[in-house]
């Protein structure tokens, strides 16, 4: 009895003295990130885009999918800020619409594929041995095919649309998540304090995503922000190939490939829709190296 | 030929400068090294010893380092004042050094003959041929068996010992006149260490170059030193010859680290140890730097920093207790408390 | 090291029947009866049941599997639903046209990048080591297909120096090589810098610089060796996502290709030859990865001793 009473008070210590840990970071996180000018700004950049999701209404003086043809392919003018498509449509308000699915897109195929690799990685790293194998040669297998080429693989058998190109972009950030947390979990169960809250009696689901998973939130974090920009961009390219967001859908990618067709005449119906990709992927970049510095001591200068 | 001087350093000064101020690791060195004899420099780590090696070749990292003041007169020409096309001569053939660490201080992946042979060609002009052939004979002549086979390896396949006689026989491949051996055996155990001692005590004959040993450990100072400087926070604060520092430490701290010595025939109950903590270089007090871990402090210890004084001839000692002032404070004192 | 590929040889075999395992299931995955996908449109009952006993289409899955496999590895990738020829013959012809246009590319990350970092790495936080990581960050961020677009619209458009789209000859690589090539050039670069910066401070540069050597032969011989070394794991895993950008590459220029046969399959729902593409590429990745295994263990013998 004595013998467990101290062990709770010895288990209490450690996880006080880990949490302790935890906030200490947390405040070293906030004053360098704040300190990171390239960081500041690629937040700033990332919240004017998720800024205009919400006040696309607003903000967008023509209806993005009414088809003016008498208007059709107008340079940038003073009424039309980025110029005309081909169906005489506003660039300027079709492209407010679309950062709606092009981030859209990008959060929900990180968002999913991060879910699944993170418990992947929980569960290959926590319990190791066969379940670890099995877990890590799948891995290998998804990580082995080029590219996009997984995610046009299952494109193929889902067929073309939006959603599907979501599935498959985030199939493809998978592996990238289990990697890296199942590295992470197995540092992190050597350490002492789950040792004492195992012999505490805690089961392993307590331990696994009260215990384990706080500990290693920062490098999900990083790799969450650098797969944005990677999945924004791989999206995008799949519906400018034809097989994600099927016109008339202001969807970046997708108008820049019916602005392609169009590069001789009016080569702004591809620029402006590639920029809008290009800034909010230099937001995610620059946030990305922001945040792996501050919350990744040993790659600081 | 002997007794000439090779290196003089005068008032040298390294500060490092950075956003949270002016470290001064080197702060006024002053010493003399003749050809053929040995320099010890003995001190607690972070006193600044290191850096007062690195700056005799200027190889501080700078930014953020600097050698703000002094000169380091090399047969008495100025290596501050050189251009670093000049000094780049002089490295590794008139002045060369040996690291501290075996273990990274050699490129992991160049063999290691090709590390020595490619000084030999730099500074004597060699042909590959010719200076391959020397970094091998170097290489045996440091005690290398099977010197033609060790010099194409590299460094991984070689023990620390082994590594560390490679970095010797580079140093000395050029006969360098002074050689500059910043701690060169602590990182081996102790049997490799005599043998090393040994090496660099040979070839020292040999070539007659200067040594300045950098260490913390005043038994390798006995036995390899023949005048010795004590660095205490980025100062001189005692030099002797190494026969007479022993039995006569005259500095408070040079008392202090012999008295912290394991003594083998002496039944100690316990080593002794300084209390207290070396000032931050960042923030020197403005009196004698010692004084707050001294026995001996006074007043004046606290309020003014003592000079280098000779107290005797070849014996310099920075502190207040060997001077004028002190003798007529202390009766001073007497009167007060009589 | 004979016997370390071996061993990595026997690590691949997994790899590449999970590969071909997923690449199987593509058609499981299609909605639908496979035969009569299989069959193309308007084909008869008749002739759908023909082709699910001639393919074996009847049999249970893991058996369609192995015999998927073993007319793999005969070179068997089955037949185009468009036109009915052997898929494996249309690779044969867009292959070579895909590798070359990979080879330029890695050619130009390799090159680019290495010169780019090394010019950033000599002079930490200098004008040209700002300028090269900008520019740097910009070509991660850029989207190929847009940066190919714009390349397209000054050089070939604009300023007619070079051949807007099409693969007939040497002018015709320099632009899809470029686009390609780009965003492994800025990941070369951003790690050859920060490679080259932990290597600067370490002590056998220091030793280096003070044996007197020249500054070019301190940075060229014993800072850039060592610094490399990561650097060839990370130009082998561009190789992967550039075997990708292929596909938007090859769709901006016109290039008939194995990224753009497996687009165009897409669309028709040509699904053994999407299959085939898949497959293939993921095999050259597969290897190329081996290969840059091996040229790292060359390269960095230290690790025999861990």
Redo the contacts between chains.
């Keep these: 009895m004595t013998v467990n009473a101290s062990l709770v008070v010895d288990t209490a210590e450690l996880l006080l003295a880990r949490r302790q840990v935890r906030s200490e970071k947390r405040k070293a996180f906030f004053s360098a990130i704040g300190q990171n000018k390239a960081a500041v700004v690629g937040g700033i950049i990332i919240l004017l885009y998720i800024s205009m999701t919400f006040l696309a209404p607003i903000l967008a003086p023509y209806d993005p999918y009414e088809i003016n043809l008498k208007d059709k392919l107008q340079s940038p003018s003073g009424d039309h800020w980025m110029g005309t498509d081909d169906k005489g449509r506003d660039i300027l308000s079709r492209i407010l619409y679309g950062s709606r699915l092009s981030l859209g897109v990008g959060f929900s195929s990180v968002f999913f594929g991060a879910s699944i690799g993170i418990i992947l990685g929980l569960v290959a790293g926590y319990y190791g041995k066969w379940i670890d194998t099995i877990i890590s040669r799948c891995l290998d297998v998804m990580l082995a095919f080029p590219g996009i080429l997984l995610a046009l693989a299952i494109i193929s058998a889902l067929g073309p649309s939006l959603i599907n190109v979501t599935v498959a972009v985030g199939v493809f950030s998978i592996p990238l998540f289990a990697r890296i947390v199942r590295g992470s979990t197995m540092e992190v169960k050597q350490l002492e304090y789950i040792d004492a809250i195992r012999t505490l009696g805690a089961n392993d689901f307590i331990i696994i995503f009260r215990h384990i998973f706080p500990n290693i939130l920062s490098p999900i974090i990083v790799q969450g922000t650098m797969r944005l920009a990677t999945a924004i961009l791989s999206a995008a390219g799949l519906s400018f190939l034809g097989l994600g967001a099927q016109p008339p859908s202001p969807e970046w990618g997708a108008m820049l490939s019916s602005g392609r067709d169009f590069i001789f005449s009016a080569p702004y119906m591809a620029i402006f829709p590639g920029l809008m990709i290009s800034v909010l992927v230099l937001g995610f970049n620059l946030f990305g190296d922001g945040l792996r510095d501050a919350l990744d001591p040993r790659m600081k200068k | 030929m002997k007794n000439e001087v090779v290196l003089e350093v005068k008032n040298l000064k390294t500060h490092f400068i950075s956003k949270k101020g002016i470290a001064k690791a080197v702060d006024g060195i002053d010493f003399v090294l003749r050809r053929g004899e040995t320099l010890g420099i003995v001190g607690e780590s972070g006193c600044g010893k290191s850096m007062t090696s690195l700056s005799i070749l200027r190889l501080i990292p700078s930014p953020p380092g600097k050698i703000v003041d002094g000169e380091i007169l090399l047969n008495g020409k100025d290596l501050v004042k050189m251009s670093n096309e000049e000094l780049r001569k002089i490295r590794g053939n008139q002045i060369s050094m040996i690291f501290q660490e075996p273990m990274t201080s050699l490129n992991p992946v160049i063999p290691v003959g090709e590390q020595i042979a490619e000084a030999l060609r730099l500074h004597q002009g060699l042909s590959k041929r010719q200076a391959w052939d020397k970094s091998v004979e170097m290489i045996g002549l440091v005690g290398i068996p099977s010197p033609e086979k060790r010099a194409k390896q590299e460094p991984f396949q070689l023990s620390g010992g082994m590594r560390q006689r490679i970095m010797i026989a580079m140093a000395l491949a050029c006969t360098p006149e002074v050689l500059i051996a910043d701690e060169p055996t602590t990182a081996l155990d102790v049997t490799i260490q005599a043998q090393i001692l040994e090496i660099m005590k040979d070839l020292q004959k040999k070539i007659g170059m200067g040594i300045i040993f950098i260490t913390h450990d005043l038994g390798v100072v006995a036995e390899m030193c023949d005048q010795v400087g004590v660095m205490y926070a980025g100062q001189i604060v005692e030099h002797q010859n190494s026969a007479t520092l022993f039995r006569n430490p005259l500095h408070p701290y040079t008392q202090g680290l012999i008295g912290s010595l394991p003594k083998l025939y002496e039944n100690q109950e316990e080593l002794q140890i300084i209390e207290g903590t070396v000032p931050s270089p960042y923030d020197y007090p403005d009196g004698c730097r010692f004084a707050e871990r001294c026995p001996f402090a006074q007043k004046m210890c606290i309020e003014k920093q003592p000079e280098l004084i000779q107290y005797d001839e070849d014996m310099k000692v920075r502190c207040w207790k060997y001077t004028a002032q002190w003798q007529e404070e202390s009766s001073s004192r007497e009167m007060v408390t009589q | 090291m004979f016997l370390f590929i071996l061993k990595r040889l026997a690590q691949i075999v ?3 029947l ?2 071909t ?3 199987f299931l ?2 499981q ?3 639908g009866d496979s035969a009569v996908i299989l069959a193309g449109e308007g084909a008869s009952i008749e002739t759908v049941e023909e082709l699910r006993e001639n393919l074996g289409l009847n049999k249970p899955l893991y058996e369609q599997y192995f015999s998927y496999i073993a007319n793999v590895f005969q070179g068997d990738f089955g037949n185009s639903l468009k036109n009915n020829q052997p898929v494996l013959d249309e690779i044969m012809i867009r292959l070579p046209i895909t590798m070359e246009l990979a080879f330029f590319s890695i050619l130009i990350t390799i090159v680019l990048g290495l010169i780019a970092g090394i010019i950033s790495a000599i002079r930490p936080y200098s004008l040209s080591d700002i300028g090269v990581m900008v520019v740097a ?2 070509g ?7 940066l190919g ?2 390349l ?2 000054v050089f070939s ?1 604009k300023l007619q120096w070079l051949p807007v789209a099409g693969w007939d000859s040497a002018a015709h690589i320099i632009l899809p090589a470029i686009t390609l090539g780009a965003g492994g050039a800025a990941i070369v670069a951003r790690m050859t810098r920060s490679s080259m ?1 932990e290597v600067v ?4 540069v ?9 500054e070019h ?1 301190i940075i060229y ?2 800072a850039l ?2 610094a490399l ?1 990561p650097v060839i794991t990370v130009v082998g895993l561009q ?7 292929t ?2 590459v090859e ?2 220029f016109a290039i008939n290709g194995i990224g753009r046969m ?2 165009d ?3 028709t ?1 040509d ?1 053994p030859m ?2 085939g593409g ?1 497959l293939i ?2 095999l ?3 290897f190329v ?1 081996l290969l840059v295994d091996i040229m790292y263990r060359v ?4 690790i ?2 861990n």
Excluded at chain 3, 140 to 146: K, N, Q
Excluded at chain 3, 201 to 204: I, K, P, V
Excluded at chain 3, 299 to 302: A, H, L
């Design positions: 997994p790899v590449i999970g590969v395992l997923v690449v593509i058609m995955m299609v909605p960050l910009l991660i961020s850029l989207p190929s297909f847009w677009l714009l397209m619209y458009i910066l401070g370490q002590d056998y220091r030793t280096a610089r003070a044996k007197g050597l020249k032969v011989k014993h060796r060592n070394i190789f992967g996502s550039l075997l990708g950008g596909v938007l769709s901006v497996i687009v399959a897409i669309r729902r699904i999407v299959q898949v590429a993921s050259v990745f597969v990865n390269f960095n013998k230290r025999d001793l």
